[in-house]
């Protein structure tokens, strides 16, 4: 039997992505969001909300294209540090992180995200604390491995791993708790105060 219960979306697994995009001086820009989804309007879109003043979505005000990449067990501390740690601050891109640029686009790619939407903006709506991204899909870039036919989908989705989120905890592929959001990125740290 159901009840009714205060609005949440607590049991609505979300896909998390990385959008990157490039600051005014050449450097990568990373954040994590998951309010993200699809639309069709003659061609298939991305829907990408943003809540806040952040600095990503600043720069994708200002160039109109970012990426979003596709967050894997293996990305998940550096995704939960970048989705954590304040895009404004001036020491947030110091982690060691590989990318590669955009093949359509001036965006930059995680080298190591297996599943990359290059994204051009094509309109917004403004809420009251956020705002709501209509984007055109410019380029997929995909794995190798995705692309082989002759792997079953389970075969290949077990290959990537992607991660969840529900209630401000991460979940494994295999729906396992990864750990509560702020936990993953520890590693990060850690290995920033080895350096």
């Known amino acids: 039997m159901k009840k009714s ?3 949440s979306n607590h049991f609505c697994p979300q896909t998390l992505f990385i959008y990157g995009t490039y600051k005014e001086d050449g450097t990568p820009n990373f954040g994590l969001f998951c309010w993200f989804s699809y639309y069709f309007d003659r061609e298939m879109g991305v829907m ?3 809540g806040g003043n952040k600095l990503t979505r600043d720069r994708i005000h200002e ?10 067990e293996e990305l998940l501390p550096l995704a939960d540090y970048f989705g954590n740690i304040e895009g404004y601050s001036e020491g947030k ?3 060691p992180v590989e990318t590669e640029k955009g093949r359509l686009l001036n965006v930059p790619v995680l080298a190591k995200s297996p599943w ?3 994204l051009e903006v094509d309109r917004s709506l403004p809420l009251e604390g956020g705002e709501v991204l209509l984007c055109k899909i410019r380029n997929v870039l995909a794995e190798e491995l995705l692309c082989d036919e002759t792997l079953s989908l389970e075969k290949r989705m077990e290959t990537i791993r992607p991660v969840h989120s529900i209630r401000q905890s991460y979940f494994r592929w295999d729906g396992t708790e990864f750990g ?3 936990e993953p990125m520890q ?3 850690n290995d920033l105060k080895g350096r």
């Not at 160039?63 to 894997?72: D, E, P, R």
């Open 48 to 50: 990408a909300c943003i």
């Open 116 to 118: 990359v939407f290059e």
């Open 180 to 182: 509560p959001w702020g």
């Open 5 to 7: 219960i205060p609005i």
């Open 187 to 189: 590693k990060v740290l």
């Open 63 to 72: 160039t109109k294209v970012f990426s979003a990449n596709l967050v894997t």
């Open 93 to 95: 891109m110091r982690v």
